[in-house]
T-cell receptor, first 110, second 116 residues
Framework: LAKTTQPISMDSYEGQEVNITCSHN???????ITWYQQFPSQGPRFIIQ???TKVTNEVASLFIPADRKSSTLSLPRVSLSDTAVYYC???????????FGAGTTVTVRA | NAGVMQNPRHLVRRRGQEARLRCSPM?????VYWYRQLPEEGLKFMVY????????ESGMPKERFSAEFPKEGPSILRIQQVVRGDSAAYFC??????????????FGQGTRLTVV
């Protein structure tokens, strides 16, 4: 049973806001929600992590409803350089055994 | 401060040969993690090492694969007698001794192994 489910791909245009929703119906009490970004031929890069409600940093915002069965990564005003694969992970806070699924390929067009 | 350095970036091996992948962690980092990304799949954990110690190798195939992180020098992921199914991108990540988990780790650019 997959831990997370997210769309395979999303298209957007420069300057738009991109919202990627991830379902994690079986999230456990001690699990955190973490998002990574991966550019072609690069390793993944940590974007944001949260447990509940809303988390914001200089790159993105993460919205987590009270039941924590889903989460939404919000990328404000995307640019061409935001074209990448975005992964949603549900893991223990200190867990290093990360398991990445297929992710969501976000393509930003001019 | 250079990032995590992996070399070679691309490696081609014939079936039955050995592959050695190197990872130099960021300066001051003593924790190293290896991940593998098979074609059309996400990354999967392989092994977690600290200097001269293997902490967790539960993601490593039982045969032909080994990893080390010596006191001096880079971490090495070694694959003996490679087969076509070993073709993948291998990523290394490192984190400082005081890291609160993998989220403070930085990934390298990976080594793409092709077995012909």
């Amino acid at each position: 049973l997959a831990k997370t489910t997210q769309p395979i791909s999303m298209d957007s245009y420069e300057g738009q806001e991109v919202n990627i929703t991830c379902s994690h119906n079986n999230i456990a009490t001690n699990d955190y929600i973490t998002w990574y970004q991966q550019f072609p031929s690069q390793g993944p890069r940590f974007i944001i992590q949260g447990y509940k409600t809303k988390v914001t940093n200089e790159v993105a915002s993460l919205f987590i409803p009270a039941d924590r069965k889903s989460s939404t990564l919000s990328l404000p005003r995307v640019s061409l350089s935001d074209t990448a694969v975005y992964y949603c992970l549900v893991e223990l806070f200190n867990d290093y055994k990360l398991s990445f699924g297929a992710g969501t390929t976000v393509t930003v067009r001019a | 401060n250079a990032g995590v350095m992996q070399n070679p970036r691309h490696l081609v091996r014939r079936r039955g040969q050995e592959a050695r992948l190197r990872c130099s962690p960021m300066k001051g980092h003593s924790h190293v993690y290896w991940y593998r990304q098979l074609p059309e799949e996400g990354l999967k954990f392989m092994v977690y090492l600290q200097k001269e110690n293997i902490i967790d190798e539960s993601g490593m195939p039982k045969e032909r694969f080994s990893a080390e992180f010596p006191k001096e020098g880079p971490s090495i992921l070694r694959i003996q007698q490679v087969v076509r199914g070993d073709s993948a991108a291998y990523f290394c990540a490192s984190s400082p001794p005081t890291a609160q988990g993998i989220t403070e780790a930085f990934f390298g650019q990976g080594t793409r192994l092709t077995v012909v």
